[in-house]
């Protein structure tokens, strides 16, 4: 367990910001509907969720993106499991856990499984929710991302804003990005920067920018191209 929790102000008493890095966990408007745009339309789920399918990401905050894609999956007719595996530097406290997902009723039966076995999930062990398995690595990127060695079949780059996070955004985490995705894996992220796009470009994706959520003008979303 961490021996501190990442210390939180709220946006109307609702949506986390993070004092730290002085930026909001998702979307001041609506975090639900920005997830499922961004990450879930961004990658093209649930059509390519299956049983085994791998989602990684980076930074896994209050959880919303996995209880976003346990939704999903449920919503779908799927059989089996996908594994979900997240990276958390400063993980966030159980009663901020339960008080970010108040906005997200639809969520709660997930939330709750999550909320209950919050602190098995920060000791790094895998958790089983039947449909899915979550394990989030926590400590910092630049070592919890050499450590991880499966091929991923698509990434939330989820990531304070590259500016006010810029250690979650360099070329060394992101070749470590392209170097676990499978040929035909995938990514999507909120952020269009220009360094990031160029980035994933030169490590092998073909990168997309297209239309960002509400009132943001662009996002990023890309494949990786097999090399063989
Ligand atoms: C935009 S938030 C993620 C939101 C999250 N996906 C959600 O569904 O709530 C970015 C996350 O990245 C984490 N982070 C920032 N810098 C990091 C680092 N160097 N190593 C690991 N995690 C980091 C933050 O603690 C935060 O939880």
């Not at 909320?115 to 062990?125: F, S, V």
Request: net charge negative; charged share 25%.
């Amino acid at each position: 367990m961490p021996k501190k929790y990442a210390t939180l102000s709220w946006h109307d008493e609702t949506v986390p910001i993070s004092d730290k890095f002085d930026d909001a966990y998702y979307s001041l408007e609506n975090g639900l509907l920005e997830t499922n745009y961004v990450f879930l339309e961004g990658n093209n789920l649930p059509k390519r969720l299956n049983d085994g399918f791998l989602i990684a990401e980076l930074g896994f905050g209050t959880g919303l993106n996995f209880l976003a894609t346990c939704a999903a999956w449920n919503k779908s007719s799927k059989t089996g499991k996908f594994d979900f595996v997240s990276f958390e530097g400063y993980p966030i406290s159980r009663p901020d856990l339960r008080k970010a997902h108040i906005l997200f009723p639809e969520l709660t039966e997930y939330a709750e499984t999550l909320q209950d076995r919050w602190e098995e999930i920060l000791e790094g062990n895998l958790v089983d929710f039947g449909f899915a398995s979550l394990r989030v690595f926590t400590g910092d990127i630049s070592s919890t991302l050499i450590e991880f060695n499966s091929e991923v079949d698509c990434w939330y780059l989820d990531g304070f804003a590259p500016r006010k996070n810029p250690e979650m955004w360099t070329d060394h985490i992101l070749k470590l990005v392209a170097l676990r995705t499978k040929n035909g894996g995938s990514f999507s992220t909120y952020t269009a920067a220009g360094h990031v796009r160029r980035s994933l470009e030169l490590l092998g994706f073909e990168v997309i920018r297209q239309k960002g959520f509400s009132k943001k003008r662009h996002m990023i979303r890309g494949t990786k191209i097999a090399n063989d």
